[in-house]
């Protein structure tokens, strides 16, 4: 009797390790290399338009692809501005919790 009660909490304990859930975001990565993935996407645009500009400046590319570049620029900055904002408003908020 007591082996079958130490197999069912060892076959329990087990099962309870694997059907922990772990957060992801609708592409199957976690919350950690979702960010991670964002941020590499963050810094290749700034990369990408940065030498754009440099071959615009140069004479080397096309208005239009410097206005694209610094458009898109633009807009990864805009984005990254408006995380860190939420992420420091979570931040705030949870410090605002009673204990």
């Known amino acids: 009797m007591d082996v079958k009660a130490t197999l069912a909490s060892q076959v329990y304990s087990q099962t309870q390790a694997v059907a922990k859930p772990v957060p992801q975001d609708a592409g199957g990565r976690t919350v950690g ?9 963050f810094l290749a645009t ?5 030498e754009t500009v ?7 590319a096309d ?6 570049a610094l458009a898109a620029t633009e807009l990864a900055v805009q984005t ?19 204990v």
């Not at 290399?33 to 996407?41: H, P, Q, R, V, Y």
């Not at 440099?54 to 080397?60: Q, V, Y």
């Open 33 to 41: 290399e979702a960010f991670e993935a964002g941020a590499s996407d």
């Open 46 to 50: 700034l990369r990408e338009g940065e």
């Open 54 to 60: 440099k071959s615009g400046l140069a004479g080397r």
């Open 63 to 68: 208005p239009q692809a410097v206005v694209e």
């Open 80 to 98: 990254a501005v408006a995380v860190r904002d939420k992420v420091v408003e979570a931040y705030q908020e949870i410090l605002r919790m009673p």
